[in-house]
């Protein structure tokens, strides 16, 4: 059963699309090697929500897939169907 994790962004000084536009890759990179079978990524007012999901719970996979992603955002588990 795979596990999902969100990574949220919220919009601030500049627009959470244009966070998404300069990480969106290095993100889809570290979710496939760390054998994610589902990433995507979903806009709101607020901002943008990626979200990934791992084959199995395991630290490994959500430390190398936190380490891409500056520090300070909000980092989750959960799905938003």
Known sequence: MAEWWS???FHGTFPARQ???AHSRALTEAAVTTGATSWEWHEHRWGVV??????EPGAGERADLTATAPPGLPR??????
């Open 50 to 55: 990626f979200e990934v999901a791992l084959p």
């Open 7 to 9: 990574i949220e962004v």
């Open 19 to 21: 966070w998404q536009d």
């Open 76 to 81: 989750m588990a959960g799905h938003t169907p």
